[in-house]
């Protein structure tokens, strides 16, 4: 029997309400540690308890999409709090929950500092929620076997993100800390050669605040995580993350 390619969300549940956002808002407005202390239960009950839930619902989806990427409802959600140690900004709040869908051989980390491979995210922040797909400054090691890979085959990849579909849907990959030029020993003239200037590889669909609170949010995500399929099993590829048929 065909697994269905898009499954149905819950008739009757939702993310996400209304309120969740709005608590963000004033939050942002009063961010201070007695404020939050004293409205933590329905940060809970409106924003942590239903991230939770909806990352367990995203991992459904997973299971059968794509099989090697995990939701965890206790690992995935990032924490509220903010590492204010070295900004000027001492905010001790975010003011988005987000949560971040891993390879199960990668690990859930993100960023420079670990070894983490290409994954989703999603951002809950009023005005500003978003799916994202992809990795975000890989440490050295993993940046340089993207560019190996895009050395190899840099058709498969530039297919992808260049599929119409798919550009009017997330545009293009983020240029955040792109070089200006190709990488010292890379040639400029190869036909991979826009692609290895690229540090940072995602791309992202804003999700209005109306989207985030109606009922068929994760049919929307699922959609999403069936166009994203593509990019982020290449990635994973090219870093040794192999994808998966089933869940053992």
């Known amino acids: 029997m065909p697994r269905p390619s898009q ?62 990427i995990h939701g965890d409802p206790k690992r995935s959600m990032f924490r509220i709090h903010r590492d204010v140690r070295f900004g000027k900004d001492k905010s001790p709040y975010k003011t988005h929950a987000s949560c971040w869908c891993y390879h199960q051989d990668a690990g859930r980390g993100v960023g420079q500092a670990v070894r983490g491979g290409a994954g989703f995210y999603l951002h809950l922040e009023p005005g500003a929620s978003m799916i994202a797909a992809g990795i975000w400054m890989p440490p050295k090691a993993g940046l340089d076997l993207i560019r190996e890979a895009l050395l190899e085959d840099h058709a498969s990849f530039e297919q992808i993100l260049t599929a ?22 890379a040639d400029p003239t190869h036909p991979a050669a826009p692609w290895l200037r690229y540090k940072s590889f995602t791309v992202h669909r804003m999700l209005p605040d109306d989207v985030m609170t109606a009922p068929t949010l994760l049919r929307q995500l699922a959609t999403d995580i069936n166009h994203l399929r593509p990019m982020v099993r290449w990635l994973n590829t090219a870093l040794g993350f192999a994808p998966q048929e089933s869940r053992l």
């Open 7 to 68: 499954p149905p969300a819950p008739p009757s549940w939702r993310c996400f309400e209304p309120a969740a956002l709005t608590f963000l808002t004033q939050l942002g407005r009063n961010n201070r540690r007695d404020w939050f202390l004293a409205h933590k239960d329905r940060y809970t009950h409106l924003v942590q308890a239903p991230m939770r839930a909806c990352i367990e619902e995203l991992d459904v989806i997973l299971a059968q999409e794509m099989p090697e």
């Open 164 to 185: 119409p579909l798919f550009r009017r849907r997330y545009g293009r990959l983020s240029e955040e800390a792109m070089l200006v030029r190709v990488p010292r020993g």
